[in-house]
């Protein structure tokens, strides 16, 4: 019913840029939160930053101490979208990057989470 899809995953080195896009399509009547997470090799899934509904451009955010300053999440809810624009990467930053989003279908009456299917993240030093 609901799918997200995430882009913008690649090689880069240290110190540069990447900007990831996860976009929900579906049967979908609202958005709630919206988040990225990351899972490096052989650790746990870890969150790396949130976002809120609020206005057309998302509301408050949160991020995980090691990566404040250098990662920006944003979203865009016309198109249903969210964004992670990660600069002055560092070769610790290496994972497998998820976007999630707690989604209320047109079928149903509560929020559920979602899940895209990732996409590889890789710096090198």
């Known amino acids: 019913q609901v799918q997200l899809v995430e882009s913008g995953g690649g090689l880069v080195q240290a110190g540069g840029s990447l900007r990831l896009s996860c976009a929900a399509s579906?049967?979908?009547?609202?958005?709630?939160?919206m988040g990225w997470y990351r899972q490096a090799p052989g650790k746990q899934r870890e969150l790396v930053a949130t976002?809120?509904?609020?206005?057309?451009?998302?509301?408050?955010?949160n991020y995980v101490d090691s990566v404040k300053g250098r990662f920006t999440i944003s979203r865009d809810n016309a198109k249903n979208t969210v964004y992670l624009q990660m600069d002055n990467l560092k070769p610790e930053d290496t994972a497998v990057y998820y976007c999630?989003?707690?989604?209320?279908?047109?079928?149903?009456?509560?929020?559920?989470?979602?899940w895209g299917q990732g996409t590889q993240v890789t710096v090198s030093s």
């Open positions: 976002i809120s509904r609020g206005g057309s451009r998302g509301g408050a955010t």
């Open positions: 579906g049967s979908i009547s609202s958005i709630n939160d």
């Open positions: 999630n989003a707690e989604v209320k279908t047109i079928f149903s009456l509560w929020y559920r989470t979602y």
